[in-house]
Nanobody, 127 residues
Framework: QVQLVEAGGGLVQAGDSLRLSCAPS????????MAWFRQAPGKEREFVAA????????YYANSVKGRFTISRDTAKNTVYLQLNSLKPEDTAVYYC????????????????????WGQGTQVTVSS
C-alpha cells in the first residue's frame, strides 16, 4: 500500500517561492508516476505536474509551465514541487498523488487516474 505525506506549504507573498515535498512509502516505485494536483476553494482538483519515478521524465499543466518544477530524489525517496513566481491564483491545497503505469507513452492528468493520495498541504499567496 502506497502512502504519501506532503509538507512545505505556507503563507507567502506574490512573487515568492516555496518548495513542497512528498514522501512516498510502500514502494518500490519502479513503475510509478508521482504527480501534484491542487484544489482551490470552490473549484475542482486540477493537475499541476507529474514525474516518472525511474526515468525522471516530467510533464506540466500549461498554467504552471515555466514557473513550477517537479523533481524527485530517489536516494531520499522524495518528490518535490518547486513553486516560483507565485501568484494569488496559485492559492490552493496541493496534493501529492501516485499511480502505476504500463506504457511510457501514457500521460495521466485526471484526478480519477490516480489511486494514491496524500492529505494535502495548504499554499496561500497574498497579493
Amino acid at each position: 500500500q502506497v502512502q504519501l505525506v506532503e509538507a512545505g506549504g505556507g503563507l507567502v507573498q506574490a512573487g515568492d517561492s516555496l518548495r513542497l515535498s512528498c514522501a512516498p512509502s510502500g514502494g518500490p516505485f519502479n513503475r510509478h508516476i508521482m504527480a501534484w494536483f491542487r484544489q482551490a476553494p470552490g473549484k475542482e482538483r486540477e493537475f499541476v505536474a507529474a514525474i516518472r519515478w525511474i526515468s525522471g521524465n516530467t510533464y506540466y499543466a500549461n498554467s504552471v509551465k515555466g514557473r513550477f518544477t517537479i523533481s524527485r530524489d530517489t536516494a531520499k525517496n522524495t518528490v518535490y514541487l518547486q513553486l516560483n513566481s507565485l501568484k494569488p491564483e496559485d492559492t490552493a491545497v496541493y496534493y501529492c498523488a501516485a499511480r502505476t503505469y504500463y506504457s511510457t507513452s501514457a500521460y495521466y492528468t485526471r484526478e480519477n487516474e490516480y489511486n494514491y493520495w496524500g492529505q494535502g498541504t495548504q499554499v496561500t499567496v497574498s497579493s
